[in-house]
């Protein structure tokens, strides 16, 4: 399957600081990234679907204004917790996909190895 | 609202035993149901994508059914290794198509030598 790589793996900042966590998809172009949070224990809560060059699609109940997103290629994603608390320490996933041109539909979901996240 | 459950009891069985994980969904039909392995601090990785029309799927040892009306997918792991022991997770895909996934909580499996 394909390769999709994130940036760092794990990450430990302070409380109100900003961090940034890329997503790259190595060996093909994704017109779609998605981006996860999981909690211990817990199923992946998709929290945005970007699509390069465009405004990335909240879910529900997820900030627009503290989780931005930025999709400025076919293969790089950014997910960027602004002021962060301890309650958005998680272990945060993106993964890519593209447009299946045949079918008109996404081909399956690729998923980096995560991004651990603990904000002190 | 849509539900996905999967087990989440552990599932221990014995090396060479068939794992059989089970993944039921209510207020929905998805055209698309998918498993996928998640390995500690790992991201997932997709295993089998079977489709609303299709009653079964097969890849080397792994084996998902697909039963629209029970609304439930079965997922067999035959002749089960150690290297087998993750957490299995499965996936519909949500309103809006197929690039939207809605994922169970997964269930443990540990085989045991």
Redesign the interface.
Known sequence: GAVVSQHPSWVICKSGTSVKIECRSLDFQATTMFWYRQFPKQSLMLMATSNEGSKATYEQGVEKDKFLINHASLTLSTLTVTSAHPEDSSFYICSASNLNRASGRYNEQFFGPGTRLTVL | SQK?EQNSEALNIQEGKTATLTCNYTNYSPAYL?W?RQDP??????LL?IRENEKEKRKERLKVTFDTTLKQSLFHITASQPADSATY?CALD?TG??????????TRLAVHP
């Not at chain 2, 601090?41 to 997709?46: A, L």
């Not at chain 2, 198509?97 to 997964?106: E, M, P, T, V």
């Open positions: 996905i998918q996928y601090g790992r991201g997932p990785v997709f994508l997770l949500g198509g197929y690039n939207k996934l809605i994922f169970g909580a997964g």
